[in-house]
Structure formats: structure tokens, C-alpha cells
T-cell receptor, first 112, second 113 residues
Framework: RKEVEQDPGPFNVPEGATVAFNCTYSNSASQSFFWYRQDCRKEPKLLMSVYSSGNEDGRFTAQLNRASQYISLLIRDSKLSDSATYLCAVNEGGGSNYKLTFGKGTLLTVNP | NAGVMQNPRHLVRRRGQEARLRCSPMKGHSHVYWYRQLPEEGLKFMVYLQKENIIDESGMPKERFSAEFPKEGPSILRIQQVVRGDSAAYFC???????????FGPGTRLTVL
């Protein structure tokens, strides 16, 4: 069974803190990796794709470790507006590389 | 540039009724995917369609659920004889090509009484 596991959370951090989320995946054939954020009762919105060499977008840094089959998301200088559920998504790879498997998400609350 | 559109946003049905959920992909996108998010669960892939073709329906329940993406008009997810366990948020996503990023619509929240 192809699974994606995330830190259960919830994470409660003060403004300005650095917070990191991890996500492990079981399917070694997976080729594409993503972090989405989902606000309460809203749709998932793409935060960033995760590339093999790691990538950064402002305060957000994503890393991929293929050998250990996990991806991570680091948020620096967290803002109140970062409060959301963060979803890790992994594609199935092979002939089904369109099929995304999502983790259950990690709830982040940034406090003033 | 309009994003993925879904309607209705909220749908209430009684047990045994039919539910029809509609999805219009982003302009220029010909690949549509349906996902379901049960309470306290992650999103689960249901079906992948291109115009007039169902490519992969491996995530669809075997009975009562069907999907289509006609040549003209939106993609439709149809649930016949709904049961309480069908209550969930149903999200549609689209992409320009099969390997591209999937962009999600606002979802339809189905409540079965």
C-alpha cells in the first residue's frame, strides 16, 4: 500500500519562530513531491514543489531525501498568516504519475 | 484568469437521493482529477479524466459513483442513492498536461442527512 505519513501535530509556535515539518513516503517509484497548504474549509493551494536539490521560496525551504524517502518543509520567521494545515503530496510514479497521494496534514497555529 | 470552478459549493441531500457535482477546469487545462476528503482524513484520489475519456477510476467506489467529462461543458461527479458516509468535501483539480502541477477548485461540501 502506497502511503504518505506526516507529523501528527498540532504545532503551536510564537510569531517569528522557525518550524519544520517532515513527511515520509513508502513508494520508491514516486517522482514528484509537493507541499500544499489548506486553510480551514478551503481548497489545498500549492505552496511549493520539492526538487531533488532542495529549493527555497522566501521564508520556505523544502528538502527531499530520496534515500530515506522523506521530504521536509522549513518555515522561518513564521507569521500569523502561516497558520494553516500543511499537506504533503507525493505522486504515484510510473504510469500513474498523475495520481497524488496526500498525507493527513499537519496543523500549524502561529500565535501572537 | 479564472481558476478551477466548482459548483455547488454546498450540497445537502437526504439518503437515497442523487448528488451531482460540477467542475470546470482552468482555461487551457484538459486534465481533470477528482479527490475526496473525508472528515479528519487526507485527500484521496478518485478519478482522472480527459475530454470524453475516463483514464483512471481506480479510486472510485465500485457502486453508485460515476464521473464524466463531456466534449462540451464541465466534468460531472455523480453519486446515486447517497448514504451518510458520502458526506465529505469533494475537490476537483486540473492540469495543463499530465505531468503538470494540479490546481484545486474550492470544493463541494456534500452533507447527507
Amino acid at each position: 500500500r502506497k502511503e504518505v505519513e506526516q507529523d501528527p501535530g498540532p504545532f503551536n509556535v510564537p510569531e517569528g519562530a522557525t518550524v519544520a515539518f517532515n513527511c515520509t513516503y513508502s513508494n520508491s517509484a514516486s517522482q514528484s513531491f509537493f507541499w500544499y497548504r489548506q486553510d480551514c474549509r478551503k481548497e489545498p493551494k500549492l505552496l511549493m514543489s520539492v526538487y531533488s536539490s532542495g529549493n527555497e521560496d522566501g521564508r520556505f525551504t523544502a528538502q527531499l531525501n530520496r534515500a530515506s524517502q522523506y521530504i521536509s518543509l522549513l518555515i522561518r520567521d513564521s507569521k500569523l498568516s502561516d497558520s494553516a494545515t500543511y499537506l504533503c503530496a507525493v505522486n504515484e510514479g510510473g504510469g500513474s504519475n498523475y495520481k497524488l497521494t496526500f498525507g493527513k496534514g499537519t496543523l500549524l497555529t502561529v500565535n501572537p | 484568469n479564472a481558476g478551477v470552478m466548482q459548483n455547488p459549493r454546498h450540497l445537502v441531500r437526504r439518503r437515497g437521493q442523487e448528488a451531482r457535482l460540477r467542475c470546470s477546469p482552468m482555461k487551457g487545462h484538459s486534465h481533470v482529477y477528482w479527490y475526496r476528503q473525508l472528515p479528519e482524513e487526507g485527500l484521496k484520489f478518485m478519478v482522472y479524466l480527459q475530454k470524453e475519456n475516463i483514464i483512471d477510476e481506480s479510486g472510485m467506489p465500485k457502486e453508485r459513483f460515476s464521473a464524466e467529462f463531456p466534449k462540451e461543458g464541465p466534468s460531472i461527479l455523480r453519486i446515486q442513492q447517497v448514504v451518510r458516509g458520502d458526506s465529505a468535501a469533494y475537490f476537483c483539480a486540473s492540469s495543463r498536461v499530465i505531468t503538470d502541477t494540479q490546481y484545486f477548485g474550492p470544493g463541494t461540501r456534500l452533507t447527507v442527512l
